[in-house]
């Protein structure tokens, strides 16, 4: 096995660097040490002392966040391959990262260790293979600038040479300088490779015939000793009767572009292994569907040579429902031009269907028209498997949530238990109020309602109209005493379609006396076509008489009582990893909501927090239990709706209630 790649992994997430280091630690094919860091700044000082093979950064860290991470990166280390990991699926982000040199972009959890490890291995060739054209750039770059061509004359006589004059620049491609070349006449063709010398004689002869050969490219050895490559033009001249009497030569140094060729030639083999033996299934096809290119993984696949492929068609490998699939988003593809993902069934020659992850790209020409497309799949076949178990697995789960749901109703029924004790304890002292107060003088002034209605009978139209109404106000007082009577009647919850302004307006009735007593005015915001809400009535009344009784202990002095509802849809859900509810508010639930806002003095912040644990109150000995709160939030929870209580800016708290609208 290879040296181990080094790798720095700038994470500041604990679960998910072990997450990538345990990754890393099962590929069986490259060993990884792996140098872990959480902040910027920390990495910036490792790649300044030490030697990493590859870069693996998280983009949002505790002292840089977004693509500012990867520019500092970037700015530090500029021959070190970068890969970007990131929390979310952002496209536009990914493509600003690799257009400023990332080679990857990851995003967290959707891949796998195979996945991790193919990126890093595949980042550190591709950066290798950019350096590579990197150096060949500069190599061309550098030709251009220090070509320096120099030319020579050849005098002849009856087509042969008698005198040859070369130009000063002869120094810099061949070390010679004019004069050596006049001492020794013989040089020009010692120099000359000698796997070279038999075409630069043809080519002398073909010029001293009167003939303009074509330009020749060969080797020399200079003057230290090196070899060199020139492109050497030689061109007949004639006199005035036409007659040849010289010829003229250019030679032009090119040894750094037949190295820069070299390299290319090289660079273009490393790619081609590079896709013969990706892990990958990469294919071309022409306009008309026909196979132009695949790597040996393809072929293998297939059970096929390349020229067996070569020029055939999806339908001549694949069942035709599967090959009309995948023409169908080549066509797309070539309309569009855009780039096609999927994951898709694939059948093998063998039958054994698997699945795959396509990526479908246009091919262009030089003019950008496009001329076919390029794929490359790979099996997911065991992501998937484990997608299946993890399916099964949840719908295990909620079979044992339905086991969880009936624990639950056993334990409302003890909830219930409660709830009615404080029920008791509330509506018992209100009730008691009320029988002693206006239960005994309204029977008193029935009583003399009715007798004075005989003794007056027939004297007076307005005395009996007066008589009348004042029976009839009686009725109303004892159909509210009755009213509270059987509100405070013990019973299970029995849940019903309500209409929540009518819930309330009933509630203010029962709680009339006390408002009053204290002078509080009451203010009512209803909404109006409110949604019906499945409830059991007596609850909720109990409810809202406990929330305004505090309201009204929270205003001595007087004050305003504010009642509001409304519905709305919801936008986010109630829902959260470890929650033990029963029902949840999820996104699109219609809730219809209630509150209720007082003007009195508020609750101290230190005991907003305690305000719904049992027996918690700061009420004076024997005005309150503290069980009131608790057990209406309980009530409200076993109803599947929630409530919250808040203190108001200006003074007052506000109490608000949320109930699912009711589905008929």
Known sequence: MDQPIKVLLIEDSPPDARLLSVYLSESRTQQFQITPVSRLAEALQRLGSEDFDVVVSDLQLPDSQGIATFEWLKAHVQDVPIIVLSGSDDEILASRAVREGAQDYLVKGRFDAHGLVRSITYAIERHRAEQALQESEKHYKFLLESITDYTYSVKLRDALPIKTVHGPGCISITGYSPDEYQA????????????????????????????????????????????????????????????????????????????????????????????????????????????TFANQRFCQMLGQPLEEIIGKTDFDFFPPQLAEKYQRDDRFVIRTGQTFETIEENQTPSGEKIYVNVIKTPIYDAKGQIIGIQGIFWDITERKRFEERLQKANEELAASEA????????????????????????????????????????????????????????????????????????????????????????RQLAIRSEDLNQVIEETLRLVRHELNKKQIVVVKHLGERLPHVGVDKRQIQQVFVNIIVNSVHAMPEGGTLTVRTYSKQLTETSHFEGSRKATHFWVGDIAVIAEVEDTGTGIPEENLAKIFDPFFTTKPTGVGTGLGLPVTKKIIELHGGSMDIKNVSGGGVRVTIKLKAHRS
Do not use: C
């Open 184 to 291: 020794d006449p013989g040089l020009w063709f010692r120099m000359v490779h000698e796997e070279d010398r038999a075409a630069v004689v043809a080519q002398v002869k073909a010029v001293q015939s009167g003939e303009t050969p074509p330009p020749l490219e060969h080797r020399i050895i200079h003057k230290n000793g090196q070899i060199r490559w020139v492109r050497h033009t030689a061109v007949p001249s004639r006199d005035r009767t036409g007659r040849l009497d010289s010829y003229d030569g250019l030679i032009a140094d090119i040894t750094e572009r037949k190295r820069a060729e070299e390299d290319l030639i090289s660079s273009e083999g490393f790619y081609h292994s590079l896709v013969e033996n990706l892990p990958q299934n990469i294919l071309r096809k022409d306009l008309n569907e026909r196979f």
């Open 403 to 490: 086991a969880l749901r009936k624990s639950h109703e056993e334990l409302k029924a003890a909830q219930l238990q409660l709830i009615q004790a404080e029920k008791m304890e509330a509506i018992g002292t209100l009730a008691a109020g009320v029988a002693h107060e206006v239960k005994n003088p309204l029977a008193i002034l029935m009583m003399g309602v009715n007798y004075l209605a005989k003794k007056l009978s027939g004297t007076d139209d307005n005395i009996v109209q007066v008589v009348k109404e004042m029976r009839e106000a009686i009725d109303r007082a004892d159909s509210i005493t009755r009213g509270l009577l059987d509100f405070s009647a013990s």
